[in-house]
């Protein structure tokens, strides 16, 4: 599976943007997937999750009512909306597949379980 992540740039405070992730593959419908974030000097972090079952996801706490993450199977293309952009939002985001084909997650299990494939990142700066 490859993943390739597009959407980043910079934008002000409060202003919005959609991340999008093309993967490749065929088991694209079958896989949780997540986008993950990494701010200069900090550890990688969780921001959202989406199952392959319909209306089940889970974002992190700092991102809950601003980003709304989404998928789209036909096109094997996993989204994030992300809206009302803060300064600390900046940071490389990255999205990830799970490699296991239909996983039973659920809540904080989004941001606990490993995720095999990952895309190589796109750069996401909000200016104040």
């Known amino acids: 599976v490859q993943l390739v992540e597009s959407g980043g740039g910079l934008v002000q405070a409060g202003d919005s943007l959609r991340l999008s992730c093309a993967a490749s593959g065929s088991s694209f419908s079958s896989y949780v997937m997540g986008w993950f974030r990494q701010a200069p000097g900090k550890e990688r972090e969780f921001v959202a999750g989406?199952?392959?079952?319909?209306?089940?996801?889970y974002a992190t706490d700092s991102v809950k009512g601003r980003f709304v993450i989404s998928r789209d199977n036909a096109k094997k293309t996993l989204y994030l909306q992300m809206n009302s952009l803060k300064p600390e939002d900046t940071a490389v985001y990255y999205c990830?597949?799970?490699?296991?084909?239909?996983?039973?997650?659920?809540?904080?299990?989004?941001?606990?379980?490993?995720?095999?494939?990952w895309g190589q990142g796109t750069q996401v700066t909000v200016s104040p």
């Open positions: 989406i199952s392959w079952s319909p209306g089940n996801s």
């Open positions: 990830a597949a799970d490699g296991t084909r239909y996983r039973a997650v659920g809540g904080p299990e989004f941001k606990l379980m490993e995720y095999r494939y």
